[in-house]
């Protein structure tokens, strides 16, 4: 196998998919406050698992990534202020500037999940043998 995971990985893909369903109930409860943090903590809490202690502060240090740890960490204080839009906004602008070097290593991943990696990979394998 590729990826090598163990318990601790497991724990922080778990927390991160806890944060993404609380902040996705955060904004669909028009934009709750408690869900929205409870939702960033457990994501900060599941990267930092999954990728090491170290390697989540070098993530968020680095001179290449200031622009979206800034943003990102901006678009948390907006949201502990009351500004829980702003803040998601600055949040997922963040995100993507962060974790944007990743996406390959993501879709290697999840193409690998046995059935999941299925369906995503069908759309592209039916459109690859219609244009055939």
């Known amino acids: 196998m ?24 955060g904004v ?21 698992l999954l990728l090491g202690w170290h390697s989540t502060w070098n993530l968020f240090t680095n001179k290449a990534n200031y622009k979206g740890s800034a943003s990102f960490l901006l ?6 202020v009351r500004w829980p839009i702003v803040g998601i906004i600055l949040e997922i602008y ?5 974790f944007g070097g990743f996406w390959p290593s ?14 995503i990979q069908y759309p592209f394998l039916l459109l690859d043998r219609l244009r055939s």
């Open 2 to 25: 590729v990826y090598e995971i163990n318990e601790q990985k497991k724990i922080g893909l778990g927390l991160i998919g806890f944060g993404f369903a609380f902040s996705f109930l």
């Open 106 to 119: 993501v879709k290697a991943f999840v193409y690998q999940i046995p059935v999941l990696g299925w369906i």
């Open 94 to 98: 963040g995100c993507v500037v962060l």
């Open 75 to 80: 678009g948390l204080f907006f949201l502990f």
């Open 28 to 48: 669909i409860l028009f934009f709750d406050r408690g869900l929205l943090a409870l939702g960033n903590i457990f994501c900060l809490t599941g990267v930092a």
